[in-house]
Every structure is written in structure tokens, then in C-alpha cells.
């Protein structure tokens, strides 16, 4: 220590400010230690970190306070840094996060600060061991591709005699107004940041922890209470600048200050702003007056969606402005969505029992929650514990409720953690422009009643594009219409309430073909099946065409055939329209086919549907075409043949040939060519087959449109798709 004799003959010991370690608490002196004998092996994530860490990069953080993440069973009261090392890194792989967020690992007199009251800036924590344990904590981290943000408090510092309050014996840190150099609330000190060598002191600590220790970022913590001189103060309590404003002008050139020196030093490291109000360009160029910082924790967004979630989902739709509202202001800096440790103490509770409804409701909500962080603009935050539905609220001097994951459904929320950062990582359209409106479009925004937001996540490629569905509500949706933005595909790919998270299972396992039917002002639609509390995100894919689609067609018609083949075999009677496409198929290729294309007894109909299941579909046709010719005019004829048709292609062959067939008859210079004399089964088939032809009426081209409906089915002009429920349809 320093042993400082100040006027008036008071003496002080004081704890080296700059030294690079110091005693466990409670003792405080400083420890002289050499920070040259440690070799790092973590030069390729060094290399790459630019790329990995930059801001078209999926980033999700882990926040983690070092001393309660896990406790020893052996009476000790930590593991030091080389134990947690490798069981944090091997956890936070198994789950997808990209960083770590350290709560204060500087040295700190009182546990229950959590780190953010710091003494010895130039220290890591001697808790948990020494300057070099720690260098082999982030060596760890770094060899398993894992970046490494540090808390930082360079807005205020504590009282402690042995620290750097009235450090000479006067205030040579702080002010000496209380009014300027004083928290009230914290009871702590704030810095006089219009002095150079205070100045100096901070920045070279924030190049101190990216240099000696590698660190991947800093996440300054209580900007705003820099910002603001009046923060946290009522009138009188605080002194105006130079021009009678609330703005900390020497705070701010501060800010500015550290921000480029630190970029010019470590461009590829991270600078993220805990920033609670809408002070502007917090992430602004400096060149366009802004701040500097990479990241500004989106506070707003926090509150009004944990406030949101609250709520019964009876409730919400009077509250859905706290979904959208984040959207307003979404592009106006670069904002990272944090449900931090901030949100589980004093008395809030954890996320779990924010949660309402049942233990299952409550499960998936927080399913939901996590999800909509996932899927909204902004990269990700979430505080430990709460990845596997901790339920107490987070304690300093506990260990979180590991035991909990004995549990099915807490282990099942870990495991859709590990799921959901998978697939936030597979799809560059959830991360890729996060901080560009392209990346984001409202499909219905407005469902309010129905606890709905529907929305594009995109990037530059329209294949990447993915719909977005995220009900708020307690209630299932079938066959609910969703407009979209191009014809084509969309596959479900990721749903919260899957039975394999230990959700419902309710939702789409087939391709959705969107329908040219008007929804949400998009010119075309799907119907989908909406699971309650739940997000569901589906793909899109263009529709074939030309060729490939033929193609395609094609090969799924010759499979059909095939099924429809062998299941007659086996004696399965297949439907009715299954049954006509054989016979057409047959009657062109086979001459047992000519045989059927003649009329046929009823007894012998009646046999051969017994014994395979077929049925008369062309027949019928005939019929059909020939009584409207024999009776109708020409407009119900057409009529008559149109609904034939809606039967699908095989229908329209026959329609085609029918109308052939009876306008021959009625018109002998158009005789198709004379068949060979086949002797009648029955005197009924001779009958009636000797009558259509004096009956007949004159044809008026009725064959020129059975063979145009025909057409129009070979090109593609009309089609027949398959319908939600599995019917055939125009």
C-alpha cells in the first residue's frame, strides 16, 4: 500500500490503483506481479475475430457472474478461473451462444456489488484466482471459438478509504461539489472526467483488459448516469454546464474520447453501451457527432416486453403496443436485446415466474419469449439460469438450481435453447441486416384481438426471406390465411411449441403452395395452423416452372400411378377418381382398354367394381355429354362440359372424345373412322347403342371445345392443385 500523510496530518493507506492484482477480501493491499510469463495459444480466434464478431455475424452473449454460475461441493467457496474454464465453455457450446458477458471481474471490496463498485481496475478478481488463472480463462474461451465481453464501470466508484476516493487527501478523482462528484442513490462517487489524468487513467484501463487479457469487448456499464448531470437527481441536488443544460459535456467528449482511441487500437473488438434513455446516436459515427459505441443494450425494449409478457394472454391485446412499439425506433441506433440480471433481482423474479398461467403455460411462454428475442432485429442477450427456466430469483451467493434439469421440462427448455440457437445461426436473415430496414417487413402488425405479429425476416437473397408467426395468445388457429410476399413455398422450419420442446405439436408438417387469394394486402396467401403461445417461422422457396415443373409433374403422376398399381394388387380398392385415370390410361395403351371403351352391362359392372374396386367414370361422361346434346342448346352443353371437367384431366379427355363421338353421330360428313363390328354382350347395349345416333341433334362445333378444354389442361392454362384437405381442385 501507499501510505499518504495529507495536509492537516491525517494519514491514509491506500491500494495501488494501477496495480495488477490485489489480496482476497477482506484484505486490500496490492500484489506486485509479472504479466510476461504466459503464453497464448488463442492466436486463430484472434485472427478471425473481426469476421466472427462483426455485424453481419450472428452474435448471441451468455451474461455470467463467475462467483454463483456454479459452486463447489467441497466446501470451497469458488472455483478458481482454470476449473470454470473448460465446464462454462463446454456448456456454452452445447447451447449455440457466440460470447460470454462477464459481470465486473475487477477487483471489488463487497460481494454483493456483484463488481460493479471497483477499487483495483488493473485486477482481476483474486476470488477466483490469479492474473495468469484468468489469462488461461479466456485462452479457453477463445480456443473453443467462444468471444469474451467484459462489464466495465468507468461511470463511478466507491467510497472505500483504501481506494481512490480523496485519494491525496483531497478529491482527486471525483469533484469536490458533492453536487457534481456524488450518486445519491448509490452511494458512490462519480469521476471528474474534465481531468486529463482521469481521463488517462480510464482509457488505458479499457486498452489494458483488450491487450494483457484479450478481450473481445467492453460493455460500459451506466452511460446514461454519465450523460446526464442531473441522473438520479432531484432540483438542487446537481449543478448545470456552461450552458445551463442537464449534459455532461465533459462525460461526453470522454466517451468520444476512449471510443476512437480504443477502435484505432482494436478495430475487431466490441464497444457496447448501457444506455437506458434516448439520447441519440449512442452508436453514431463519431465524424456525425455520435458516440462511437458498436452496440446500445436496447433498454426499451426490455421493459416493455417483460412488462408484456406479464400479463395473462387474455389481457394482452390491450397492452400490444408493447410488442410494436421496439419497431418505431428499431433502426435508430444498433441496438442488442438483453434480458439481463438486471431483470431477475429485487424482488422481479426470474423469467420463469414472470411467466403467468400453469407450470406448462409457463414453459411456454418463456419458449415464446425467447424465440421473439430471437427472431427480432437486434443481437441477443439473456442471463444464466434463466436458459433452463431457473425459478428463484438469481443470488450472488448461491449457485444457480443446476438440479432442476432432472426435471423433463427443464431439460427440455435447455434443449430448445441449443435448438432455437441453431437455427438462429442457420438463417442469415434472422442476423445478417439487423440494422437495416431491408431486413425487416410487417406482414400484419394489427391483430391485436388476437395476440398476433406476423412479419418478413430478410437478407439481400429473396430466398432467404423467411415468415414470421408469433402468437401471444392461449388459442389454436386453423386454417388461418397469412398474406405473403411471393408465390411459391413455405415450409415450416422452426416451431416453439413442438412436442420435442414439450409443447402441443400442433403445426404445419406439409409445404404450404400459396393461393393467388388477396390477405394483408399481398396479392397472394397461405392457410396455416397457428399453435397457442408459440413462434413459427417457415421458409420460402420459389414454385417450379417451365420444363422442371413439367418435369416434376410428371414423375409425381408416375409415382401416383405406381402406389395406385400396387395397391390394387394387394386387393385395396382405390377412390373413384384414381380408378377413372387407369381406365383412360389403360383404354389408350392396352386392347383390353378398347374392349372397356365399349358400353357394358350393368352385371358386369357391378363385377368388375367387386373384384377392383374400378369404376365407370367415362361411361358416365358419354352420358352426360349426350343427353345435354340430345336436349340442351348449345350454352348448357357447354355448361355440362365445364363441370365434367372441374374432375380433372382424365375428365376432360373423355369430355373431348365424348363430344366427338356424339357430334359424328349427328353429322355424317364428320364420321370418325369406322370401328371394327363387335358383337353386343346384351340386347340392352344393343339397344342403346342403336339410339343415340337417330336422336342426336345437329352438332354446333361442340368438339372443337372438348379438345380446347383439353388443351388448355395438356399446357397448363387450367390447372388442378391439391387442396388443404387432400381433394382435388381447379
Known sequence: KYEIKAKGGLTYLKSDPYANAAQLRPNNASVVVDLGKYAWQDENWMKKRGVTQGDKAPISVYEVHLGSWKKPDDGREFYNYREIAPMLASYVKELGYTHVELMPVMEHPLDESWGYQVTGYYAPTARYGTPDDFRYFMDTMHQNDIGVILDWVPAHFPRDTFGLSAFDGTCLYEHFDPRQGSHPHWGTLIYNYGRPEVKNFLIANALF??????????????????????????????????????????????????????????????????????????????????????????????????????????????????????????????????????????????????????????????????????????????????????????????????????????????????????????????????????????????????????????????????????????????????????????????????????????????????????????????????????????????????????????????????????????????????????????????????????????????????????????????????????????KTVEQTVDKLVKAGKSAAAEAAKAVEKYRAAADPEKKPATKPETKPETKSEAKSEAKPETKTKKSTGMSELGVELLRKFETGEITHGESDSGGTRL
Open 209 to 634: 483488459w483488450a491487450k494483457e487479457y484479450h478481450a473481445d469487448g467492453i460493455r460500459m456499464d451506466a452511460v446514461a448516469s454519465m450523460l446526464y448531470l442531473d441522473y438520479g437527481k432531484q432540483d438542487g441536488e446537481w449543478v448545470a454546464n456552461i450552458y445551463g443544460g442537464n449534459e455532461n459535456l465533459e462525460a461526453i467528449e470522454f466517451l468520444k474520447h476512449l471510443n476512437s482511441i480504443f477502435k484505432k487500437e482494436f478495430p475487431d473488438a466490441l464497444l457496447i453501451a448501457e444506455e437506458s434513455t434516448a439520447w441519440p446516436k449512442v452508436t453514431g459515427d463519431l465524424d456525425d457527432e455520435g458516440l462511437g459505441f458498436d452496440y446500445k443494450w436496447n433498454m426499451g425494449w426490455m421493459n416493455d416486453f417483460t412488462e408484456y409478457m406479464k400479463n395473462d394472454p387474455v389481457y394482452r391485446g390491450a397492452h400490444h403496443d408493447q410488442l410494436t412499439f421496439s419497431m418505431v425506433y428499431a433502426y435508430s441506433e444498433k441496438f442488442m436485446l438483453s434480458l439481463s440480471h438486471d431483470e431477475v433481482v429485487h424482488l422481479k423474479g426470474s423469467m420463469y415466474t414472470k411467466m403467468p398461467g400453469t407450470p406448462e403455460q409457463k414453459m411456454a411462454n418463456l419458449r415464446l419469449a425467447y424465440a421473439y428475442q430471437m427472431v427480432h432485429p437486434g443481437k441477443k442477450l439473456l442471463f444464466m439460469g434463466q436458459e433452463f427456466g431457473q425459478e428463484k430469483e438469481w443470488n450472488e451467493k448461491q449457485s444457480l438450481s443446476w438440479e432442476l434439469l432432472e426435471d423433463k421440462e427443464h431439460l427440455q427448455l435447455k434443449n430448445y435453447m441449443a435448438a432455437l440457437h441453431a437455427f438462429y445461426k442457420a438463417n442469415p436473415a434472422l442476423y445478417q441486416l439487423d440494422e437495416k430496414p431491408e431486413g425487416f417487413e410487417w406482414i400484419n402488425g394489427m391483430e391485436w384481438e388476437k395476440n398476433l405479429l406476423i412479419f418478413l425476416r430478410r437478407t439481400r437473397k429473396k430466398e432467404d426471406t423467411l415468415l414470421v408467426v408469433c402468437n401471444f395468445s392461449n388459442v389454436e388457429y386453423d386454417d388461418f390465411r397469412i398474406g405473403v410476399p411471393y408465390p411459391g413455398k413455405y415450409k415450416e422450419m422452426f416451431n416453439s411449441d413442438a412436442e420435442s420442446y414439450g409443447g402441443t405439436g400442433v403445426g404445419n408438417p406439409r409445404v404450404k403452395m400459396s393461393k393467388k387469394t388477396e390477405c394483408d394486402e399481398r396479392k397472394n396467401s397461405i392457410t396455416v395452423k397457428l399453435a397457442p403461445l408459440s413462434v413459427q417461422v417457415f421458409s420460402y422457396t420459389k414454385p417450379e416452372t417451365g420444363a422442371a415443373s413439367n418435369k416434376s409433374a410428371k414423375a409425381k403422376t408416375a409415382a401416383k400411378a405406381a402406389a395406385e398399381k400396387k395397391t390394387g394388387k394387394k386387393g385395396k380398392p382405390a377412390g373413384k377418381t384414381e380408378e377413372a385415370v387407369k381406365a383412360v390410361k389403360a383404354k389408350k395403351t392396352t386392347k383390353t382398354a378398347q374392349k372397356a371403351e365399349k358400353k357394358v352391362s350393368e352385371k358386369t359392372v357391378k363385377r368388375a367394381e367387386k373384384k377392383q374396386g374400378t369404376t365407370t367414370a367415362t361411361e358416365k361422361v358419354e352420358k352426360a355429354v349426350k343427353q345435354a346434346i340430345d336436349s340442351k342448346p348449345v
